[in-house]
């Protein structure tokens, strides 16, 4: 069972960068692939950001691509997400999944474990 605890939400403004973080609870965390998605009010959770398992490989949803970047220490069992020139379109709950693949997958429903998630709301 792997416990999943996001950090580093909050209210910015348009522009503004924001750090989120996610730490794992379980010592096989370098095992996982790891992803960020968001979900706003009345839509869909989306895929926002993954990583494989050793960090050689990261994929972004294309909103996003040039403004975020995804990474992770294994050695902390955390994996961040750094947000940068957010915009009011990025305001969200953020979560952290864990996938028990060596790639990250889109699909939600591929996700075996789930953090509590974090809002992000960006003003304009």
């Known amino acids: 069972q792997v416990q999943l605890v996001e950090s580093g939400g909050g209210l910015v403004q348009a522009g503004d960068s924001l750090t989120l973080s996610c730490a794992a609870s379980?010592?096989?965390?370098?095992?996982?692939?790891m992803a960020w998605f968001r979900q706003a009010p009345g839509k869909e959770r989306e895929f926002v950001a993954g990583?494989?398992?050793?960090?050689?490989?990261?994929y972004y949803q294309d909103s996003v691509k040039g403004r975020f970047t995804i990474s992770r220490n294994n050695a902390k069992n955390t994996v961040y997400l750094q947000m940068n020139s957010l915009k009011p379109g990025d305001t969200a709950v953020y979560y952290c999944?864990?996938?028990?693949?060596?790639?990250?997958?889109?699909?939600?429903?591929?996700?075996?474990?789930w953090g509590q998630g974090t809002q992000v709301t960006v003003s304009s």
């Open positions: 379980e010592r096989t965390f370098s095992r996982y692939a």
């Open positions: 999944a864990a996938d028990r693949a060596v790639v990250p997958r889109t699909n939600p429903a591929a996700y075996d474990y």
């Open positions: 990583i494989s398992f050793n960090g050689g490989r990261t």
